[in-house]
């Protein structure tokens, strides 16, 4: 059963507007939650974190809210450019020593100019 | 510069062959990881390990083995390699016990077996 959810394969966005995208978790022990972007044929690289203990965290164009009580959190990008055009996965970790990164199956952003 | 660097892009391999897959991290990091990427199925976690000689499975252990002599190097070794096998190879590495740290990766493998 998928921990992390990813529920939109893919967002199109005009250029200038705000992109949004939503990830769910299952498991309450997740207490550390992060976005990667991932261009093809490259690794995945980390854009922004938030901690359980906050409900925000921004950091330029981009903002990551956590909502614990619906186990949901989101990223905001604005304003969206077409060099945000990539692949953006969600994980998360619990604050146990020793535990991995659980990975959503990510959403396809498109930025069109 | 923090790195992470994987042994090959691109690797073609035979079904059947046993195939390593390298991967080492120069920061000093305690943990490392094995991911893989295909389509429509995000990362998925196949080994992990967070000390010399210590590895933990993943949600897709089977088919795989891994080794971590030295801190900074861990291997992923496929047995005998088949066709469901090929696959975008992730590796990453993040410092241990710390509660607000990411994992940084590599560029990845891309292992095709014919």
């Known amino acids: 059963d998928q921990q992390v959810k990813q529920n939109s394969p893919s967002l199109s966005v005009q250029e200038g507007r705000i992109s949004i995208l939503n990830c769910d978790y299952t498991?309450?022990?997740?207490?550390?939650f992060l976005w990667y972007k991932k261009y093809p044929a490259e690794g995945p690289t980390f854009l922004i974190s938030i901690s359980s203990i906050k409900d925000k965290n921004e950091d330029g164009r981009f903002t990551v809210f956590l909502n614990k009580s619906a186990k949901h959190l989101s990223l905001h990008i604005v304003p969206s450019q077409p060099g945000d055009s990539a692949v953006y996965f969600c994980a998360a970790s619990a604050h146990q020593a020793g535990t991995a990164l659980i990975f959503g199956k990510g959403t396809t952003l498109s930025v069109s100019s | 510069d923090v790195k992470v660097t994987q042994s090959s892009r691109y690797l073609v391999k035979r079904t059947g062959e046993k195939v390593f897959l390298e991967c080492v991290q120069d920061m000093d990091h305690e943990n490392m990881f094995w991911y893989r990427q295909d389509p429509g199925l995000g990362l998925r976690l196949i080994y992990f390990?967070?000390?010399?000689?210590?590895?933990e499975k993943g949600d897709i252990p089977e088919g795989y083995s891994v080794s971590r002599e030295k801190k900074e190097r861990f291997s992923l070794i496929l047995e005998s390699a088949s066709t469901n096998q090929t696959s975008m190879y992730l590796c990453?590495?993040?410092?241990?016990?710390?509660?607000?740290?990411?994992?940084?990766f590599g560029q990845g493998t891309r292992l095709t077996v014919v």
């Open positions: 390990s967070y000390d010399v000689k210590m590895k």
């Open positions: 498991n309450s022990m997740f207490d550390y």
């Open positions: 990453a590495s993040s410092f241990f016990g710390q509660p607000n740290t990411e994992a940084f």
